[in-house]
C-alpha cells in the first residue's frame, strides 16, 4: 500500500502559488499511474489532499493580497489542524477496505467544497 500527500491545491489550482500547485497536480498523477500500474501486483496506491492551513510551515494559507502574501482568513478552521486530517490516512490504510479503493483521492478540506 502507498499513500501519497497532495493537497487541495492540487485539485483547483492556485493563482498565486502556481509551482506549488503544479507540483501537487503531479502528486495526483502519480497517484493515478502508480494504481494502474500495481494494480496487477495487489499495491493500493491512494492520495490525501487536505485543505490549507495545516500548520505555518504551509505555503497554502497564504494568499497574496495588495502584491504581499497573506494569512487567508479561516486558516485554523474545520479541517486545518493535522488531527482533522489522520483519519484519511488511517482510511486508507485500513486492511477492511483491500482492494475496493486504489487511485483514490481524499480531500478534507474542512467541510468547502471543490469546484466544478
Not at 478552521?77 to 485500513?94: C, H, L, N, Q, T
Request: neutral net charge; hydrophobic residues 40%.
Amino acid at each position: 500500500m502507498i499513500i501519497n500527500t497532495s493537497s487541495i491545491n492540487g485539485l483547483r489550482g492556485n493563482e498565486t502559488l502556481i509551482d506549488y500547485a503544479a507540483t501537487k497536480g503531479a502528486v495526483l498523477a502519480l497517484t493515478y499511474s502508480l494504481a494502474q500500474a500495481l494494480q496487477d501486483r495487489g499495491i493500493r496506491v491512494d492520495c490525501v489532499a487536505p485543505g490549507a492551513g495545516l500548520d505555518a510551515a504551509d505555503p497554502c494559507h497564504l494568499r497574496r493580497r495588495a502584491g504581499r502574501l497573506v494569512r487567508q482568513p479561516g486558516a485554523d478552521g474545520p479541517g486545518r489542524r493535522p488531527d482533522e486530517i489522520v483519519p484519511s490516512y488511517v482510511f486508507f490504510a485500513s486492511g477492511r477496505i483491500l482492494s475496493y479503493y486504489s487511485g483514490e483521492v481524499l480531500a478534507p478540506i474542512g467541510g468547502e467544497t471543490l469546484p466544478g
